[in-house]
């Protein structure tokens, strides 16, 4: 009987462990994205991935730098 109260006293440790450990890692109210987070574009002419905010667009189009913006456009 010892051996068993043993036991569970051992499986109850290991899962209040796991269950501490894995509210550490998930922390509540932190759903969907970081609020720092930003979205990105791709260039139209070199396929780079940049922030959206720093994109020069024209005709619809996001380009990384001014040169491919002129380049992509034809001019």
């Known amino acids: ?3 068993f109260l ?3 006293a051992v ?3 290991i899962y209040l462990l ?3 450990s894995n509210r550490r890692g998930n922390p509540p109210g932190k759903a969907g ?3 720092g987070t930003e979205e990105m574009a791709r260039c139209a002419l ?3 991935h940049f922030p959206r905010s720093e994109s020069r667009r024209q005709d619809g189009k996001d380009f990384c730098c001014d040169e491919h ?3 992509g456009a034809g001019d």
């Open 1 to 3: 009987m010892a051996k």
């Open 6 to 8: 043993l036991f569970l």
């Open 11 to 13: 499986v109850a440790a």
């Open 18 to 20: 796991v269950r501490a």
């Open 33 to 35: 994205p970081d609020p």
């Open 46 to 48: 070199c396929q780079v």
């Open 69 to 71: 913006r002129r380049l």
